[in-house]
């Protein structure tokens, strides 16, 4: 019986893990699901500043793609997953890098998303944690839905604000450019 249950568990576990990537010691899932369509991961590597690991990032799209315009001007479902590696990550840290991600994916060109930026910080409020985990998805014609650790922060509309979002990590002047390119699946 004892045999059973260790061979039971040793499937349950090699299942699991064939299910997700590592990314270092965090293992993110192969698929998300945003409203009624599961989204694949495309691709996952670490955010990085001054050589400290601060997340695990990945992209999950409907179906995989390399061209992070297509990307970022498709309006399908489509996550990013934001695992905190680093316990040197605080809401003041976390909300600077947001506000520079968005002047960096406008083009500075953040005044007509004021409003929306302002409540996209207000979901990464709370203490921040390592191993928290943000959940950043786009479902179209509701918004973008963040969720901290399964837990619902709050959703925003727009199109045009979700682009902004995605720019963030995919766009012409990204925040990590290594990190792009692994989400890109390159």
Partial sequence: MKRLLIMILAVFVMSTMANAKQVGKVALPDS??????ELLLNGAGFRKKFFIK??????????????????????????????????VITTKKMTDAIDEGFKNSTGENITSFKIEIAKFKSFFAE????????????????????????????????FNFKKA??????????????????????
Wanted: charged share 30%; no cysteine; proline share 3%.
């Fill in 165 to 186: 979002v995605f720019g963030i990590w995919i766009g012409k002047k990204p925040a990590d450019a290594k990190l792009k390119r692994k989400m890109l699946g390159e």
């Fill in 54 to 87: 601060m997340y695990a990032g990945g992209l999950y799209l409907i179906q995989k793609n390399h061209d992070p315009k297509k990307i970022i001007d498709s309006d399908e479902s489509m996550a990013l997953r934001l695992h905190i590696v680093s316990g």
């Fill in 127 to 158: 203490e921040i944690k390592k191993d928290d985990i943000f959940d950043i998805i786009y479902v179209p014609a509701e918004g973008i839905s963040v969720y901290k650790n399964e837990s619902l922060k709050g959703t925003i509309q727009g």
């Fill in 32 to 37: 998300l699901m945003a409203g009624k369509d």
